[in-house]
């Protein structure tokens, strides 16, 4: 029985530019922003080898617990306030707030990556060990992407929000995976810049991706698919990959 979780680290959106002095009318025209994002956007899936008709027993989690040796190596990876362990707050993971959803099951731990290489490197250990990952951005999502299957970790992008490269004259932004798109806006704001779709509050730039979000402007600027140019990713064994690129159109491969 093996686990797996796809991440994705970088994407491009759709953006309008504006006159700094000029207020947002709510049906402006609408050009193409760029976004290189460092995060984990799609949610963790449990593959299961077995060809057996019986259903799937997932472990309660009061009943398993980490192998020694990995809650030692991740402690070697990461720092101590990278890594949550209490109770409580990882059973808060169970039930985000804005899901309809239930789960009697939540992680063991919670992890806080920093960088698209402490991702790499906490998917690599949970692969050693066969446990679950659970992506978690903003936790605003309605779909339940968010809730543990088994136990596991949940791996938590809010300690990466970094802008890492705007391109106002080319209308392109690299940000990582935890950044907020009102945050984003903020930031964009003064440019003469801005990202137009709106989720809904709290709603992260990865898990955005991940669940290709809409929101009450998509009638008019498209949804993340029309507004992602590219995306990084961390397979399920940590590798790194990366697809497309900041060029809007190219003769080679897929758009």
């Known amino acids: 029985r093996r686990y797996g979780a796809a991440k994705s680290i970088s994407s491009t959106f759709k953006v309008r530019s504006y006159g700094t002095n000029e207020r947002i009318p709510p049906a402006a025209g609408m050009l193409s922003l760029s976004f290189a994002v460092g995060l984990v956007v799609s949610a963790g899936f449990l593959l299961d080898n077995t060809t057996s008709a019986e259903p799937l027993q997932l472990r309660k989690p009061g009943l398993s617990t980490f192998p020694d040796e990995f809650l030692v190596d991740l402690s070697a990876l990461l720092t101590d306030h990278q890594i ?6 990882c059973a808060t993971r169970g039930k985000p707030h804005n899901s309809y959803h239930h789960s009697e099951y939540y992680p063991k731990a919670i992890v806080f990556p920093e960088s698209t290489e402490q991702v790499s490197q906490v998917v690599k250990l949970c692969n050693k060990y066969n446990v679950p990952i659970i992506p978690f951005g903003g936790g605003t999502s309605l779909e339940g992407q968010t809730l543990s299957t088994s136990t596991g970790i949940s791996l938590d992008f809010k300690h990466m929000k970094r802008i890492l490269e705007l391109n106002a004259s080319d209308l392109d932004v690299r940000v990582e ?3 907020g798109y009102i945050e984003l806006n903020e930031l964009l704001h003064n440019r003469g810049l ?4 709106d989720p809904g509050p709290g709603a992260s730039v ?6 290709r979000c809409s929101g009450s402007t998509a009638v008019r600027y498209g949804s993340m698919r029309e507004n992602v140019l590219s995306l990084t990713a961390v397979l399920a064994d940590g590798s790194i990959v990366q697809t497309g690129s900041r060029a809007r159109k190219s003769s080679a491969g897929y758009d």
Do not use: I, K, Q
């Open 177 to 179: 995976a935890g950044l």
């Open 84 to 89: 949550e362990l209490d109770v409580d707050e």
């Open 206 to 211: 990865g898990g955005m991706c991940a669940c």
């Open 194 to 197: 801005w990202f137009p779709l």
